[in-house]
């Protein structure tokens, strides 16, 4: 869904091109993430849980990426399933439901992230200082995007 709201467009053709960029930037993700987990874990003094997330982000993440580019491959080869696909993903009540379940998923997660903040203060620092990255990454991301958004549309 993400990938598809980032490479939306009037050129069907050009948005599964750059779905194929994106996958390759997540395959990348996926490959360090496992670069990392051979690499940084074995010799570290990291707890059960830290090593799982390596182990389970970089699987989750790398195939993800594979599925995505193995999908946007095939849509890009077969014009009757890419056919099939565009009219899909440019349906205007498919993109206005997606656009809103998008908008109140960042608002929730932002109020949240709030509420939280008074939660972590008596947390450790390090908790407390995620929580507030993660709110002020929405804020200045919301930002960018309404000011790159309200120059191009």
Not at 9 to 16: E, I, N, P, V
Not at 118 to 131: D, R, T
Request: glycine residues 10%.
């Amino acid at each position: 869904m993400l990938s598809k709201m980032m490479s939306g467009g009037a050129d069907y053709d050009k948005s599964l091109r750059l779905r194929l960029w994106i996958g390759a930037a997540l395959l990348l993700i996926g490959l360090v993430g496992f670069a990392c987990w051979f690499l940084v874990v074995p010799g570290s003094a990291l707890d059960d849980h830290a090593r799982g997330f390596y182990l389970g982000a970089a699987t989750g993440v790398t195939l993800g990426a594979v599925i995505l580019l193995a999908r946007t491959g095939w849509l890009l080869t077969h014009p009757d399933a890419r056919k099939k696909a565009q009219i899909e993903d440019t349906d205007e009540r498919e993109l206005h439901i997606t656009h809103t379940a998008a908008q109140f998923a960042g608002l929730f997660t932002f109020f949240v992230t709030v509420a939280l903040l008074f939660c972590a203060v008596a947390a450790p620092l390090p908790a407390f200082k995620v929580l507030f990255g993660l709110m002020l990454c929405y804020g200045f991301s919301f930002g960018a995007a309404r000011m790159y958004l309200s120059k191009k549309l």
